[in-house]
């Protein structure tokens, strides 16, 4: 486990399994990063726009198909099915949505998934969920929308937060990213972003984000890695 070497990490986690993420890899790719990429099989292959403060993107889902290839440098996670907000959902209906997502990424991609995104902005997840998850299904960590701006490991996976979302917080990235590196600690320090690929076709800020790539890549004391690799699982 990289903390027998290191004691920081960085690590990326995006959301919806859209074809932005090609782009996106390429980058991750070129800068020696790693992400996780959270997907819901059963949209896969669906065609739409998404509209933010005025502002629209495509939001075309990569095919079954494609899956295996585009992410095979990456970690692929749960997303459920088709997206619902689970705190309306009854506990059954959780499980189905989880766990069968679970189970068709790892016949699309041929490699175990324990990872999951909870699906929905805002306050997408509640304790009760995310012990349903944890006793029924096969998934082993669940990241939140919820900042922590914060570098500290934490306790429960279920209920991660991760350090920043790059569109919301987009200054508050580089700032973090900054004092991120400038970190001296004894204890393990994580730097864990989120977001969305078709967010950098909003404004166009595909450029802004290789700058923190560059920003962030190339640290001999940094283990650079998905979220499955930093969580030790």
């Known amino acids: 486990m990289w903390l ?3 004691n920081k990490a960085v690590t990326f986690s995006y959301d919806d399994g ?4 090609k782009r996106l890899i390429e980058l991750f790719d070129k800068y020696g990063l790693k992400a996780t990429f959270n997907i819901n099989s059963e949209l896969l292959g669906l065609s739409g726009e998404i509209m933010h403060d005025g502002q629209i993107a495509t939001h075309i889902k990569n095919k079954p198909e494609e899956i295996k290839d585009i992410y095979k440098n990456h970690e692929i996670a749960a ?3 088709t ?18 997502d679970r189970l068709n990424l790892e016949k699309l991609s041929g490699k175990s998934v324990v990872g999951m995104a909870y699906p929905c902005g805002g306050i997408n997840f509640n304790e009760h969920i995310a ?7 096969g998934v082993k960590y669940c990241r939140t929308t919820v900042s922590s701006h914060s570098f500290d490991m934490q306790d429960n996976l279920y209920v991660f937060k991760p350090t920043v979302y790059h569109r919301a917080d987009g200054d508050k990235m580089f700032e973090l990213g900054k004092r991120f590196l400038e970190t001296k600690s004894d204890k393990p320090q994580l730097l864990y972003i989120w977001g969305h690929a078709y967010e950098f076709d909003f404004e166009n800020t595909w ?4 700058e923190f790539c560059k920003l962030i890549s190339g640290h001999d004391d ?3 890695g998905t979220n ?6």
């Open 4 to 6: 027998d070497k290191y």
């Open 18 to 21: 859209v074809t932005q993420d």
């Open 79 to 81: 997303h459920t099915l």
């Open 83 to 100: 997206h619902p907000f689970l705190p309306d959902q009854t506990d059954e209906e959780v499980i189905r949505q989880v766990e069968q």
């Open 131 to 137: 012990e349903v998850i944890r006793d029924n299904t």
């Open 207 to 210: 450029d802004r984000f290789e």
């Open 222 to 224: 940094i283990f650079y």
């Open 228 to 233: 499955r690799e930093v969580f030790g699982l």
